[in-house]
């Protein structure tokens, strides 16, 4: 019986026990509701703890599956992942993981926004993060415009914060994505096996290059192969 398997029947006998006791208050011939009230709210404690550490034990899972981000659109002459490029990648992770991600937008004033990311586990607990931005009025913006680029900004500065998510220009790495497609389980166990004939110098210097066998985008396998393929030359 594996971890989760014992912590899910650990939660159930919690639950099962609280409810028994509730019953038993209710049924009795002079019910205490102050102190139903006291053992329903110790329960809506109980079941938030046990929301919150599930939420961190699948953020923790899902922290090292995000790869770095490619950043393949341009503007004011600097190169950035775009918010859907983001999306594209994160979005089947989140799923994975029991995770989705919303946004809240108000406007402090008439020339700011505030922008949340929210970060919702399938258990009930929900993490967030607040960025306030004036609004960007470079270029020719009118007034809305202007606003919803900086909602848009502050949109995917949010997420990246919220998921720790880095990015990096498109050929600085092997494993920048656009968006990412993983191997196929074939190359997975092709670079894995080969990877296993690396010494621990050679596993550091492709690692350095490529990143995990997990995080390699799908258009880099050949180099991927080819690297590995000559550092067992090399020996």
Do not use: W
């Not at 929210?118 to 202007?146: F, I, P, W, Y």
């Amino acid at each position: 019986m594996n971890a989760t398997i014992q912590q899910n029947l650990a939660v159930v006998q919690q639950e099962n026990q609280m409810f028994n006791l509730v019953e038993k208050v209710l049924t009795s011939q002079n019910p205490d509701m102050a102190l139903i009230e006291k053992m329903l709210d110790m329960q809506e404690r109980v079941l938030a703890k046990q929301a919150e550490m599930a939420f961190n034990r699948d953020f923790a899972e899902m922290a090292h599956k995000i790869p770095v981000i490619a950043e393949t659109s341009n503007g004011h002459n600097i190169t950035y992942a775009a918010l859907e490029t983001i999306d594209a990648v994160i979005r089947p992770i989140l799923s994975q993981y029991g995770f989705a991600t919303s946004f809240r937008v108000e406007h402090p004033t008439q020339t700011s926004v505030m922008v949340t990311c929210v970060l919702m586990h399938k258990d009930g607990h929900r993490e967030s993060t607040s960025m306030t931005l004036n609004a960007d009025t470079s270029g020719s913006k009118n007034a809305v415009q202007a606003l919803g680029s900086s909602v848009s900004y502050g949109k995917r500065y949010t997420l990246c914060a919220m998921l720790n998510i880095t990015t990096a220009k498109e050929d600085d790495n092997g494993f920048a994505a656009k968006p990412f497609c993983p191997l196929t389980s074939e190359q997975n166990q092709m670079l894995t096996s080969l990877h296993g004939r690396l010494n621990e110098v050679q596993k550091g210097l492709f690692f350095e290059q490529f990143g995990s066998i997990e995080n390699i985008n799908k258009s880099v396998f050949e180099r991927a192969q080819s690297a590995i393929n000559r550092l067992i030359k090399q020996g």
